[in-house]
Each structure stands twice: as structure tokens, then as C-alpha cells.
């Protein structure tokens, strides 16, 4: 049967995408990319439940600098910067509102700074997507039980992008990041902009975006600084 399964799954990737060089081609274009820009969207189930979507101005600079803002409710206002190397390898955050006024300095690992959510601050950004895709994708490919669809364009943000779905069995979900996975990847840029997971239960577990995704953006080390006036830590 699974000779079966790997020579159907084979003959699928004749007649469309190589799921390799499709990875291969998002790990080129991430690798050319310096700094970026981009209004995050962001929702994961944390202990059972689906939270709320949250609404993330969003810099970030190689090798890794990132800078956050919330524009939407819930957590509007607050903010959170952190750069490797920098300031102890801390989170600086604080919270919106009347919350805003204390700043504190969180270990990213740490209850506090996880409380609501599945990752760290040091998994956000592309980079990690790209390399999640590539490590399951070969993992998958490798033991010939990757399934790769193509399911033709979408619009998304209103760029055109191409979605794909990406198939594990249910019964190996744990050895894998996830089941399933339903990527758009933009046609010009070749870059994820829409990544929605879903666990062995067949549940959405996480549901990224990447809004007005601005590739020269040209941040320098100004947007990491907290002392930038445009910033309230």
C-alpha cells in the first residue's frame, strides 16, 4: 500500500509543482529580502480555544529584529520590540491604555510573555514559515507520504496568490508540525502571505497573514530602538 501511495503521489508531482523546488523557490526569495514590513494578522488556539484575531503593525530586519504594534482590538496599543543580542535577549513590552505607562522586560519562553500565545516573539516572521515549510516538506517527501495540492489563484489582500495544501497522515500529525497546511504564496514575490494549520483532529490551530507586505521597506536600526519618538516604551 505504501508503495501504492508513494508512486500516485509521485506521479501527481509530474503533472504539476515539485513540492522541492517549490520550497526551494520561497527559501530563495526569503534569502534575498533584508527588512520588511507589514500589517500581521494573527490567530492561534491556545488550551483548546480559537482566540480572537489579532490586527499587528509589523518591521523586521535581518538577522533579527522585530517590532510590533497592535492597531486593533484586543490588545490594541500594545507594543514589543526585541533583537537578538539586545537588552538581555528580553521582550520589551508594555500594553495599551492606561496599562501603557509600565514597560517591562520579559524572557520570551517565559509564562507571562507566552500567556495567550502558541510561539515566542523569536518565532515571528517569514524566516520561520519558510523554514517550518521546508524541514516538514522534505521530512514529507522523504518518506513518501507528503501530499502536495495545487488548487489553482486566489486573491489575497488583494494580491494574486497561489493556493497550496499541504497533506500529512493524520496518524503521524504529531511527527509532523501539523496535518494539514493551507499556504498562498504571492505570485510576484513569491512569498507566503496567507498560512492557515490544522492539527491531527482536523482543527484550525494557527492562521497567519501578511498584509501590505512591503519588501523595501528599508528600516534601519532606528526602528528597533526604543527611544524612537514614534514609539512609547
Known amino acids: 500500500m505504501l508503495v501504492f501511495v508513494a508512486a500516485a503521489v509521485a506521479a501527481e508531482r509530474q503533472a504539476g509543482t515539485d513540492p522541492g523546488i517549490w520550497v526551494a523557490n520561497l ?10 514590513s507589514a500589517i500581521f494578522h494573527k490567530q492561534e488556539r491556545v488550551d483548546g480555544k480559537l482566540g480572537e484575531e489579532e490586527t499587528i503593525s509589523l518591521k523586521f530586519k535581518k538577522p533579527f529584529k522585530v517590532y510590533m504594534k497592535w492597531i486593533k482590538a484586543p490588545h490594541k496599543g500594545r507594543e514589543a520590540l526585541y533583537a537578538a543580542g539586545w ?3 528580553q521582550v520589551r513590552v508594555h500594553e495599551g491604555g492606561i496599562l501603557g505607562l509600565v514597560t517591562v522586560n520579559l524572557d520570551p519562553n517565559g509564562r507571562q510573555a507566552m500567556q495567550g500565545n502558541r510561539h515566542p516573539i523569536t518565532d515571528t516572521g517569514l524566516g520561520n514559515f519558510v ?17 502536495f495540492k ?13 493556493k497550496i495544501e499541504l497533506v500529512l497522515p493524520k496518524a503521524r500529525a504529531k511527527d509532523y508540525y ?17 498560512v492557515q ?21 528599508g528600516l534601519t536600526d532606528a526602528d528597533f530602538d526604543p527611544r524612537n519618538p514614534a514609539y512609547k516604551f
Open 87 to 89: 537588552n538581555k535577549n
Open 178 to 194: 501539523c496535518h494539514r497546511a493551507v499556504i498562498h504564496v504571492d505570485l510576484e514575490t513569491t512569498l507566503p502571505i496567507k
Open 27 to 36: 527559501e530563495k526569495s526569503y534569502a534575498e529580502i533584508e527588512s520588511y
Open 131 to 147: 523554514k517550518i515549510l521546508r524541514e516538514n516538506v522534505s521530512k514529507g517527501l522523504e518518506a513518501g507520504e507528503l501530499e
Open 197 to 217: 494549520i490544522f492539527d491531527g483532529n482536523d482543527l484550525l490551530i494557527e492562521n497567519y497573514g501578511f498584509e501590505n507586505l512591503n519588501l523595501k521597506a
Open 150 to 162: 495545487e488548487h489553482g489563484e486566489d486573491m489575497v489582500y488583494g494580491r494574486k496568490a497561489q
